[in-house]
Each structure stands twice: as C-alpha cells, then as structure tokens.
C-alpha cells in the first residue's frame, strides 16, 4: 500500500513534458495571451487621446485635473482684481 502512495506522489511531482502536442498548444496559448495583452494596453493608450496623454496615467490625472482648476481659478481671480481696480469707471461698473 505504501508503495502505491509513493508511486503515485512521485507521478505527480515528476511531470513528463512527453506531449509535444501540449507543449505546442501550451506556446501558442501563451504567445496569444501576451499579444491579447500588449493590444489591450496599445487600445488604452490609443483612447486616452491627446487631452489623456497631456494629464498623465490615470493615477495623477486627477491631481492633474485639480492643478488646472486651480490655475484657472486664479487666472479668473487676477483678471477680476485687475478689472475692479481703482480706475474710477471700474469701481463705478462694479459697484452696480
């Protein structure tokens, strides 16, 4: 009975690569995965576009995003202090 068990351990461990069959279809399996794979990352890429390569991986983009608000929002702010300024048809203009 001992025997046995130990025969059938070592078939499990010791795996014959006997098959060329498999080891064929196991490459090609292999070799499509991986071109599956680079034309999923190539089709990320592609849809990103320029706006998505200009704000970075989609882990920044959002700190990429907030950046350009806060530039605008004090591109807005400056040109509003500059307009109010103390020009008197300004200050006449904003005060209505």
């Known amino acids: 009975m001992a025997s046995d068990r130990e025969d059938a351990k070592r078939s499990i461990v010791e795996r014959a690569d006997e098959d060329p069959e498999l080891q064929e279809t196991l ?6 995965q991986l071109a599956l794979t680079k034309e999923t990352h190539r089709h990320r890429e592609t849809m990103r576009g320029w706006f998505g390569r200009m704000l970075g991986p989609n882990e920044s983009s959002p ?8 530039v605008l929002g004090l591109v807005g702010a400056m040109s509003c202090l500059v307009a109010g300024s103390n020009i008197p048809d300004n200050i006449q203009f904003w005060g209505q």
């Open 27 to 32: 490459s090609a399996a292999h070799h499509f």
């Open 63 to 70: 700190i990429a995003i907030a950046f350009v608000g806060m």
